[in-house]
């Protein structure tokens, strides 16, 4: 009888991910931490009620999107492509400009039936768009291999939502005292602040606004 003979296996290389990592990863992921944090900080705002955390939370989110512009000037400077960049890239700009201007929202007083219904809206508006840009890329893309336009706006511009968030915190209406009142209808409530995150969604799945990629 023989005996069956196996290939020599590899030995195991520890962190093999990490070694993939190009600099405009760890760049990407800074993006991604800065976005957890402003959610983060948004949840400690509400169990202590202390202000100094949602002012932490507004100031991650210039952060996050500093990181996400330079995340792509430096993968060009380097001239190294990752295997992972486009991916990590859309799973950050998922949390920093999706989940935490939504947490915001709730944060600071968005909180009716309506209210969040309106905010889940915004972050499948979000995950969607990413997606079909890391779909549609590729045709949208010139000879040079460069996006021209975006269809529908990055889901960056959701930062001026926080610009707006912290207006409000500011200038105290934010709670009780939400800036533009709510809606009593029925049994449910709405708080008409609540609808540039409606506009903001709609616009990120636009196939007719068509924005110029700087």
Avoid at 29 to 37: D, P, R, S
Wanted: proline share 5%.
């Amino acid at each position: 009888m023989t005996t069956e003979q196996h290939p020599a296996r590899r030995p195991r290389r520890h962190f093999s991910m990490i070694r993939t990592f190009v600099l405009a990863d760890f760049v990407t992921l800074g993006n991604g931490f800065a976005g957890a944090g402003a959610i983060l900080s948004a949840m400690q705002f509400l169990a202590s009620g202390e202000r100094g955390w949602l002012w932490l939370a507004f100031g991650l989110m210039p952060l996050a999107l500093l990181l996400d512009f330079l995340d792509g000037r430096i993968a060009r400077w380097r001239f190294k492509k990752s295997p992972l960049g486009a991916d990590l890239d859309s799973l950050a700009d998922v949390i920093s400009f999706g989940m935490a201007p939504a947490a915001l929202a709730f944060a600071v007083g968005m909180r009716g039936a309506l209210d969040v219904a309106v905010l889940l809206y915004f972050v499948a508006c979000g995950i969607s768009r990413l997606a079909r840009f890391n779909v549609t890329s590729a045709e949208l893309a010139d000879e040079s291999g460069k996006v021209k336009y975006f269809e529908g706006t990055p889901i960056p511009t959701s930062l001026a939502l926080v610009m707006v968030l912290a207006v409000a915190t500011w200038n105290d209406r934010i709670g009780d005292t939400l800036l533009g009142g709510v809606w009593e209808l029925g049994p449910v409530t709405l708080h008409p602040l609540v609808l540039l995150y409606l506009a903001s969604g709609s616009a990120m799945i636009s196939k007719t606004l068509r924005i110029p990629k700087i």
